[in-house]
């Protein structure tokens, strides 16, 4: 509607004069739309009933949960047959399949076994022999006697050293205080050779590498080989080391025993304690004048070369 056009009210208002009954005047009262109020609309009627197609709705929402318990529950048996069978499933397979293999070989006929032939196995074609050649064996050094004067001895050892020996007493140049002969024992003992000087029967003194192996053969001859010196007195002992026929010192040796030793001469070697056999090699030692001499030694033999004598 435009907003020049307003709708308007009438009204007939009759006058209170009376007997005279006049036509009424119609008063016309203008009322904007703005100030009139809907009128409320009271509901007179009551809450509608549901119908049935909604309780029945109503209803099956209630069943809802029940009806997902109860899959859930039907769900249960099945996933344990499925960890029953996955776990326990191929063993009674396996199990099946070998009885039945065992009930029908029991009831088959059993199999002729056919014979096994014999493989014959080609013969085998060895190789040319390769010959190899023989490795050439260093020969392992050994301690020797490399040259010898009056006076002087030079020892070649198996370490490659070299030792020279000069001056001092015989026995002391060959280290050997008892001034052993060169022989089978002397030999046994590890002697390395004889010296230049020879008695009236050919026979030298022999040379050691050190002192102790000079002095332990002495000890060995005359206390515990089978030589026959154990077995005897001191001074039968004494004359069979040292006779008197081949120019040794049998009568010093004798003295020098009584002197020192501290016991009789008859007593036996065997009955002899160790200290008093020590005791008697110390004997022997000076009767045989053991005076030292100078040592020289060298790395190997271009030392010996650069500074030797």
């Not at 809802?64 to 769900?75: G, I």
Request: one cysteine or more; hydrophobic letters at 35%.
């Amino acid at each position: 509607m435009p907003d020049d056009i307003k709708p308007t009210l009438s009204f007939k208002v009759s006058t209170a004069q009376q007997p005279e009954e006049k036509p009424s005047e119609e008063v016309k009262t203008e009322i904007p739309v703005e100030m009139k109020q809907p009128e409320p609309v009271i509901d007179v009627k009551g809450p509608e009933e549901p119908s049935l197609a909604e309780v029945l709705r109503q209803k099956e929402d209630d069943f809802e949960p029940k009806k997902s318990w109860s899959k859930a529950l039907l769900l249960v048996p099945v996933a344990a047959l499925c960890l029953f069978g996955y776990w326990y499933g191929p063993g009674i397979i396996e199990k099946g399949k070998e009885a039945w293999k065992h009930n029908i070989s029991s009831k088959a006929p059993p199999k002729a076994e056919k014979p096994v032939e014999a493989k014959v196995e080609p013969p085998v074609t060895l190789p040319p022999e390769i010959k190899e050649e023989p490795k050439k064996v260093e020969a392992a050094k050994v301690t020797r006697i490399a040259e010898q004067r009056e006076l002087y001895i030079r020892i070649e050892h198996s370490n490659g050293k070299i030792s020279i020996r000069t001056g001092g007493s015989r026995s002391w140049r060959n280290a050997n205080p008892c001034s052993l002969l060169y022989g089978t024992f002397a030999k046994s003992q590890d002697a390395l050779g004889g010296d230049l000087q020879k008695n009236k029967n050919g026979y030298t003194q022999s040379i050691f590498e050190t002192y102790e192996q000079g002095r332990n053969a002495c000890f060995e001859l005359l206390f515990k080989s089978d030589h026959g010196y154990k077995q005897l007195s001191i001074q039968d002992a004494i004359k069979r080391f040292a006779p008197a026929s081949e120019d040794f010192k049998q009568e010093k040796y004798m003295k020098a025993m009584k002197a020192n030793l501290g016991v009789p001469l008859t007593v036996k070697m065997t009955d002899l304690s160790d200290s008093k056999k020590e005791k008697m090699i110390d004997i022997l030692l000076d009767v045989e004048d053991f005076l030292p001499g100078k040592v020289f030694m060298y790395k190997d033999m271009n030392d010996f070369k650069e500074r030797g004598h």
